[in-house]
């Protein structure tokens, strides 16, 4: 089975662009989720998505939104690019479900990620 | 919010040495997760312990959860080089909003 999957995989823009990043999660897993990483720091959560609804989010600008479609991947969108916005942007997806579940749904899989470089 | 820190932040050691890097959360945790992140990866999942004073091996890497819910460690016996990169603790919030710690980067001398 393929992994997570993440496009483009480098992208140059420049500053007050706008920039679409996307992810197909596993086959099998509805949830998925958003995280920012800065060179030299932890992945940041940004969103999750499941069932094609945000179901958590993390401290960020609305500048940042995503969405999630009918066949469970999913799109970020960054509008009025700062220069800190230069990082690995991560898509993770998991078998996590909205009630009853195990801990074994907890463990998320990551993307190989897009590297966003703002100039 | 919850704050999430790991010490050392890097770690240099010989092959063959073991290595050690803790974790501790702000608040009480549910559970807490290991993942592993080797130079221009991605993260990948290693680990989750759910139960007070949790124990779990895996070949060389041992994982501890503290009694009180709020620290864990990663200790890895006899280093090889296969396990240079950057070690993370995480701590799931409410539904996957999961706080990643600072990292702990391990680097190993042949």
């Known amino acids: 089975d393929a992994g997570v999957t993440q496009s483009p995989t480098h992208l140059i823009k420049t500053r007050g662009q706008q920039v679409t990043l996307r992810c197909s999660p596993i086959?099998?897993?509805?949830?998925v989720s958003w995280y920012q990483q800065v060179l030299g720091q932890g992945p940041q959560f940004i969103f999750q998505?499941?069932?094609?609804?945000?179901?958590g989010r993390g401290n960020f600008p609305d500048r940042f939104s995503a969405r999630q479609f009918p066949n469970y991947s999913s799109e970020l969108n960054v509008n009025a690019l700062l220069l800190g916005d230069s990082a690995l942007y991560l898509c993770?997806?998991?078998?996590?479900?909205?009630?009853?579940?195990?801990?074994?749904?907890?463990?998320?899989?990551f993307g190989p990620g897009t590297r966003l470089t703002v100039l | 919010g919850q704050q999430v820190m790991q010490i050392p932040q890097y770690q240099h050691v010989q092959e063959g040495e073991d290595f050690t890097t803790y974790c501790n959360s702000s608040?009480?945790?549910?559970?807490i997760q290991w993942y592993k992140q080797r130079p221009g990866g991605h993260p990948v999942f290693l680990i989750q312990?759910?139960?007070?004073?949790e124990v779990k091996k895996q070949k060389r890497l041992t994982f501890q959860f503290g009694e009180a819910k709020k620290n864990s460690s990663l200790h890895i016996t006899a280093t090889q080089t296969t396990d240079v990169g950057t070690y993370f603790c995480?701590?799931?919030?409410?539904?996957?909003?999961?706080?990643f710690g600072t990292g702990t980067k391990l680097q190993v001398i042949p």
């Open positions: 993770a997806s998991s078998l996590w479900v909205l009630g009853p579940s195990t801990p074994a749904d907890n463990e998320q899989f």
């Open positions: 312990l759910v139960k007070s004073g």
């Open positions: 086959s099998g897993h509805k949830s």
């Open positions: 995480a701590a799931p919030g409410g539904y996957q909003k999961v706080t």
């Open positions: 998505y499941y069932e094609k609804e945000e179901r």
């Open positions: 608040t009480t945790l549910s559970n």
